[in-house]
């Protein structure tokens, strides 16, 4: 009946491929967003009076779509390779061997600065700590592969004593670390 409405009526025609008429509580897909109207019979009690209220009831959510387009992102990207049993493991980069240290955390941390800050409205964010994860390690390993050692040895030569590591670079003002 829409699709005949906005046809019929509005006299606009709808892309096949493009659209996605559903219930409201299954996803559909919006710039790269899951979307959907979330249906939650969850009960919050308290506030003003002691009243029962249903918090999340109706409310639109916006999840990421970790398998869909993060974990495919990571496997475009060489990131990440597949074992023959089926276990998902991070691997070195050989795009950015040649690179300085400094350019390497780099651009990992821009990578995962542009996902994490695009998906920062998702209900599910917490999911993408697997992602950061993923990215670390990877990083580990390229600056490993670089240095022909171990990500342990990467890991103690630039740990900053607080248990984070972070590559020293040096600028006008001083030395300075770039943090993963």
């Known amino acids: 009946q829409l699709s005949e409405f906005i046809a019929g009526t509005l006299k606009m ?20 967003y899951d979307v959907r109207v979330r249906r939650d019979g969850k009960i919050k009690h308290g506030g003003p009076g002691k009243r029962t209220k249903r918090t999340l009831n109706g409310m639109v959510e916006l999840c990421v779509p970790l398998n869909e387009k993060i974990m495919q992102f990571l496997f475009d990207n060489k990131v990440i390779c597949q ?9 070195h980069r050989k795009t950015l061997l040649r690179c300085t240290d400094l350019e390497i955390v780099s651009a990992y941390n821009a990578e995962l600065r542009g996902i994490c800050n695009y998906y920062s409205l998702s209900s599910n964010f917490n999911k993408l700590g697997y992602f950061a994860y993923l990215m670390e390690c990877s990083c580990l390993k390229t ?10 040895k990467i890991r103690a030569m630039y740990k900053d004593g607080l248990g984070g590591w972070g590559i020293p670079y040096q600028t006008k003002d001083g030395r300075k670390r770039c943090y993963f």
């Open 13 to 32: 025609e709808l892309s096949g491929e493009k659209t996605l008429i559903t219930h409201s509580n299954e996803y559909a897909r919006f710039l790269s």
């Open 83 to 91: 074992t023959e049993d089926g276990r998902i493991k991070p691997r």
């Open 143 to 152: 600056l490993a592969g670089k240095h022909k050692c171990k990500t342990g």
